[in-house]
Nanobody, 113 residues
Framework: VQLQASGGGLVQAGGSLRLSCRAS????????MAWYRQAPGKQREMVAV???????QYADSVKGRFTISMDSTKITMYLQMNSLKLEDTGVYYC????????WGQGTLVTVSS
């Protein structure tokens, strides 16, 4: 499977960004999906999950600020990020939630003060 995350960029603290993820085939139809991030010098962490049944879970650090969603055709997954903080800086990846496939390139989010 090929996973492509996009939408990252430079944003001031308090701002918003929306990330998108597309996968080859019908990957989203059969997998719970997640957004992950890797901050500089830190391990990759899962920040949001959406199940095949559209149930969502969030890491405590992003709860109330980030929203994970899937379009109705299950072709594109999104991560709406609001009230961004400096500590949200990192490379964001999309992948299966519990058994990740080989990682795609990710998209860089930089939050500045």
């Amino acid at each position: 499977v090929q996973l492509q995350a996009s939408g990252g960029g430079l944003v001031q603290a308090g701002g918003s960004l929306r990330l998108s993820c597309r996968a080859s085939g019908r990957f989203f139809d059969i997998n719970d999906m997640a957004w992950y991030r890797q901050a500089p010098g830190k391990q990759r962490e899962m920040v949001a999950v959406i199940s095949v049944a559209d149930r969502t879970q969030y890491a405590d650090s992003v709860k109330g600020r980030f929203t994970i969603s899937m379009d109705s055709t299950k072709i594109t997954m999104y991560l709406q990020m609001n009230s961004l903080k400096l500590e949200d800086t990192g490379v964001y990846y999309c992948n299966a939630a519990w058994r990740p496939e080989p990682w795609g390139q990710g998209t860089l989010v930089t939050v500045s003060s």
